[in-house]
């Protein structure tokens, strides 16, 4: 998905400078050569706020998928360990046999 967003980069910059030349130099051979070089221009800058916005959300997705699986392992961590002290026969203030 980034080299995505790194090509549409690269063909928004030559879109861009070759709109601009024309537009400079007032040569457009028709008025479909404008169009054709201005869609792309177009096609370039909502391809970079789609990829972005997909890119954004990816990682969104991929932080809170890592909060959750942490989450998950010490939630398992201190219920292990709970029935650990549970079988030694610990209580919340220590031990409940005397001189262990």
């Avoid at 292990?80 to 026969?89: A, E, H, L, W």
């Amino acid at each position: 998905m980034p080299f995505y967003l790194i090509f549409a980069i690269v063909k928004l910059y030559l879109s861009a400078w070759s709109t601009a030349k024309y537009n400079a130099n007032h040569n457009l051979p028709s008025l479909s050569a404008r169009f054709r070089v201005r869609y792309p221009l177009f096609m370039s800058v909502w391809t970079i706020v789609f990829a972005a916005a997909y890119l954004v959300g990816f990682f969104v997705s991929l932080t809170w998928w890592t909060i959750r699986a942490v989450l998950t392992l010490m939630l398992a961590f201190v219920f292990i360990r709970g029935v650990q002290s549970s079988k030694r026969g610990d209580g919340l203030k220590g031990s409940m046999v005397e001189g262990a």
